[in-house]
């Protein structure tokens, strides 16, 4: 037992150790900043040239991981954030914890679950009220099959932060997903029971919302949209989910033209708002919207957003502009299976 206790301290020390100078890091803070606007490719580069001039390698391999997770190489991604993790230098600090949270999700992406628990493992052993990392860690329990594990962790989670309910949301998805729903519903309700005192009329709309409580999630959630300090895109998005959760897309466009009368900055309500038409059979309507959203260049949507438009020119019958749309489409990402098996559908119409 007390080998297993000293391993256990040794993996914690080795996996968080801390970074080292922060000084000469221009490109480095390019690359950050390519990374918060969702624009990778540029964000690589600016630590290839961080590289080049001799910036810090804790530092750019970090960088790099991130970037590297955000677009899917998980592989690579590991191999930057050990590589991150190795160049520490200095005391432990929130950098450093922050670095193994983003591992242990590289791990996590690559069905490698008793790795990514290891290292929230280590994360607990130094930081023991964690609640992100109790909640994630019951994530990786509940993907391995670790049920009873999974909910213990889920439960301190919610122990330590009980009103943070956006995570009790996200336990409730995870264990839906996982066929837990009437478990799920539990939770979700237990929470609404004892902290509605506390909650916003957002809160109780998301809470209504994913109960099964339609009309009271639209009654909480118009109620919100009209607060003054309220962030209104996310009830917006919520408030049209609560119409096309009915088939009531003249409710949930509405919602969305609305708010983007006022505020045409939202690439996600522009989104939403496009596959709402879709749905109607407004074809011309969707790619107005697509395109719209486009326009506003938010890297992460633009993915999406052209892979909508694509789909709403097919089911137009506009093919030829679906394949020349797909052509740029995989231009752009050109390691998209399912789009690459379309193209091939498009290249025989």
């Known amino acids: 037992m007390k080998l297993r206790v000293v391993s256990t301290l040794l993996a914690a020390v080795l996996l968080l150790g801390g970074c080292g100078s922060l000084a000469g890091r221009h490109n480095i803070d390019s690359g950050f900043t390519y990374i ?18 001799g910036e810090d390698p804790c530092l750019i391999h970090r960088g790099r991981g991130i970037a590297y997770l955000n677009i899917g ?65 019951g994530v990786v329990e509940l993907a391995s099959g670790g049920h009873d594990l999974a909910y213990a962790d889920f439960s301190k989670a919610i122990s330590l932060n009980a009103r943070d309910y956006s995570m009790i949301i996200y336990i409730y998805k995870a264990l839906s997903e996982h066929g837990y729903a009437e478990e ?82 939202s ?16 074809y011309e309507g969707a790619i107005a919207s697509f395109e719209s959203g486009l326009s506003l260049d938010d890297k992460e949507l633009n ?3 052209l892979l909508n438009e694509i789909t709403a020119y097919e089911y137009m019958g506009d093919f030829a502009m679906a394949q020349s749309l797909m052509s740029t489409y995989l231009a752009a990402y050109p390691d998209d299976e399912n789009a690459l098996r379309e193209n091939v559908f498009l290249s025989t119409r």
Not at 36 to 53: G, I, K, M, P, V
Not at 111 to 130: F, Q
Not at 267 to 282: E, F, H, P, S, T
Request: charged share 25%; net charge negative.
């Open 36 to 53: 918060e606007s969702h624009d990778y490719t540029s964000a690589l580069e600016s630590f290839t040239a961080a590289e080049e001039n």
């Open 73 to 137: 190489d998980y592989v690579t991604a590991v191999d930057e954030l050990l590589a991150s993790l190795a160049a520490d230098e200095g005391i432990v600090d929130d950098m450093d914890f922050d670095t193994n949270y983003y591992l242990a999700e590289a791990y996590y992406k690559l069905g490698e679950y008793s790795k990514s628990k290891e290292v929230y493992d280590a994360i607990l052993g130094l930081r023991s009220n964690d609640s992100n990392a109790y909640y994630l860690r």
């Open 184 to 265: 799920a519903q539990g939770i979700l309700q237990t929470a609404m029971d004892s902290g509605s005192d506390y909650m916003t009329n957002y809160e109780k709309g998301q809470m209504s919302f994913y109960l099964g409580n339609n009309a009271d999630a639209q009654s909480y959630l118009e109620a919100a949209r009209s607060e003054r300090d309220q962030d209104k895109e996310p009830v917006i998005l919520l408030l049209g989910q609560t119409g096309e959760k009915q088939g009531d897309y003249n409710y949930a466009i509405s919602v969305y033209k609305t708010y983007l009368s006022d505020t045409p900055t």
């Open 267 to 282: 690439a996600k309500v522009y989104n939403q708002l496009g596959m709402c038409q879709i749905r109607q059979g407004d």
């Open 303 to 305: 993915q999406e957003l």
